[in-house]
């Protein structure tokens, strides 16, 4: 199954959102294999927004994104990419429809609460996974919850 990045931002860490956001993504049906909490340095906060270098946002980005720990996450399921990004919401949460992460938790552009990689970027979840979990850190697993989430078997 397709496995997706997230990112619990210092803003959703600081304000107590992990748990709620974790909650979501399990309440879904979709399946945690790897989970971290980090403090990015500057050079993996340039990397990881590297597509936004020539944006005039990017040093506010990077230093926001480094201003304290973010929780990273791994999450496999059908569609998983796209499945969470409509959950997560528009860029700037003030468009995001409530009922979304954004939508629900953030009122600031620049402060949205969550990252997620992009379901129309081909290649970004496995650059952002390559780039935060070594592969003995993604675990391999059956949830037994998913011959109820599924009606077909091989999930
Ligand atoms: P991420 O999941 O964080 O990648 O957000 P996104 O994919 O919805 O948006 P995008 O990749 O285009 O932008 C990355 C981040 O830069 C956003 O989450 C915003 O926090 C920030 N950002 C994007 N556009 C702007 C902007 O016009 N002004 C400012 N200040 N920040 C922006
Ligand atoms: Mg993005």
Do not use: C
């Not at 906060?45 to 590297?50: L, M, R």
């Not at 399921?77 to 468009?95: C, F, I, L, N, S």
């Amino acid at each position: 199954d397709e496995r997706t990045f997230v990112m619990v931002k210092p803003d959703g860490v600081q304000r107590g959102l992990i748990g709620e956001i974790v909650s979501r993504f399990e309440d879904r049906g979709l399946k945690l294999v790897g989970g971290k909490f980090v403090q990015l340095d500057e050079e993996l906060a340039k990397e990881h927004y590297g597509e936004h270098e020539d944006k005039p946002f990017f040093d506010g980005l990077v230093e926001f994104i480094t201003s304290g720990p973010v929780f990273a996450m791994v999450w496999e399921g059908a569609d998983a990419t796209r499945q969470v990004r409509a959950m997560v919401g528009e860029t700037d949460p003030t468009e995001s429809a409530p009922g979304t992460i954004r939508g629900d938790f953030g009122l600031d552009l620049g402060h949205n609460v969550i990252h997620a990689s992009d379901h129309e970027d081909e290649g970004a979840n496995e650059r952002e996974i390559d780039l935060f979990f070594d592969d003995d850190e993604l675990v391999d697993y059956d949830l037994d919850t998913s011959a109820w989430v599924y009606e077909e078997e091989d999930h």
